[in-house]
Structure formats: C-alpha cells, structure tokens
C-alpha cells in the first residue's frame, strides 16, 4: 500500500516531466497543429490520467473512494474545457492571430492557467475547512453558472474592455502587428507590446472567469486537496 504523500511525489514528478515533454521536447506546439496529432496526444494525456485514478484505487486505504474522486473530477474538469476551446477559437479570429502562432500563446496560456486553478483549489479547500458555509457559497455559484450556461446568449468579446487589456494598454506601447508570436518586439528602437501579448492576456483572464466557475463543481465531489 502506498500513501497521499508518496503519491503526491509521483503526481508531481508525473505532471513536470509530462509538462515539459508536451512544451519544450515534442515539436506538435510550434506550428500548425492537425486533427489526428490533436487526438493522439490527448488520448495520450487522458489514458496517463485514468491510469494514475488507478492507481490511488488500488494502493491507498480508502483507494476505491479517492479513486472514483478523482476520475469524477477529471472528466468534469475535462468537460467544463470544452467551453474555454471555443472561447479560445473566437479570441484568435478575433485578434488575427494565424494557426502557426496559436500553440505558441496557448503554452503560456496553459502555465498560467496551472498556476490560477492550483492557487484557486488551495484557497477554495482552505475557506470550506475554515468556514463550512463556504460549500453553499460555492454551491450558489455552481447553480449561477449552470443557470448562465443555459439561458445566456452567445456574448461578444470586447478587448478594448478587458481590464489587463486596459492595463497593459497603459504600461505598454502596443503594436499594430499580428505577424509575430513573439510577445514583445522592437519598433523603431522602442520595446512594444505585441497583438500576441494582447492575446495572451485575453486568454488569461478568461480562464480565470472559467476556473472560478468549474472550482465549485470539484468542491463540491471532494475537499481533499490531495484529489
């Protein structure tokens, strides 16, 4: 039998290794990537998953329980995705962005999105441990999103409106160009921002919006950080 901590080392290991392979040794990230690549390496990525939920059903104590947890948790995690891919699809046609460019902004996008989901989960099991009410607070905000989900119509994305847009507009000189992936460039001896920058923050920011929605629906299977 295993226990949470020597699985949690696993975890980490599994997740940096697995990361950095996808990002920085696969070359499917730096160009135009197809339908059949796309689903290879998801598939890829999905069964490592599923084998690890194995895993903590068949070595932990209470293994059959955190197992199901943690599966549960990955599909709807998985699920809810979908929504940020085609906010993602818009954000690109709306900013020019071309397809070779795309995998580029989606890299950082990612790490930034690892990042908001992990701090969120800490804080969110922290607060129910700390206040038990919270759980019918982020059950409130499951029921609004549902609620949002359904009856909403499609929404316009407005850049111009986007507060880290409106930000970085500020700090930044933005430049006109779409043509690199590169986040800042040089322009006439000056350091600019690019619309690829401008993108990344677009992108950012809305998963943000979408990890403070699906948070809830994780809590609300298990507070156990370790799932």
């Known amino acids: 039998m295993l226990n949470e901590t020597i699985l949690s080392l696993i975890f980490i290991v599994l997740f ?3 990361f950095l392979i996808d990002m920085y ?13 796309a689903l290879l390496w998801s598939g890829l ?7 690890f ?6 070595t932990l104590p209470d293994g059959k329980q955190k197992g199901f947890e943690f599966i549960t948790g990955y599909i709807i995690e998985y699920s809810l995705s979908v929504d940020n891919l085609f906010v993602f699809i818009i954000i690109f046609k709306l900013m020019r962005i071309k397809e070779q460019n795309q995998p580029h902004i989606l890299k950082w996008g990612i790490i930034g999105a690892v990042v908001f989901r992990i701090l969120f989960i800490v804080i969110g099991v922290q607060l129910i441990k700390s206040f038990s009410f919270m759980i019918y607070v982020f059950g409130i905000i499951l029921v609004y999103t549902a609620y949002k989900m359904i009856t909403s119509k499609d929404e316009e994305i407005h850049p111009d409106k986007n507060i880290f847009v409106r930000a970085a507009s500020r700090l930044f000189t933005i430049s006109k160009s779409s043509e690199t992936h590169h986040f800042f460039i040089t322009e006439n001896g000056k350091k600019v921002a690019t619309i690829a920058f401008v993108t990344l923050l677009l992108v950012e920011s809305t998963d943000i919006i979408f990890a403070i929605d699906s948070i809830p629906a994780i809590l609300a299977i298990t507070q156990d950080s370790f799932i």
């Open 16 to 18: 940096i290794s697995i």
């Open 25 to 37: 040794v696969t070359d499917h990230r730096r160009g135009k990537i197809t339908v059949k690549t």
């Open 45 to 51: 990525w999905i069964t490592i998953a599923l084998l």
């Open 53 to 58: 939920g194995l895993l903590i059903y068949f």
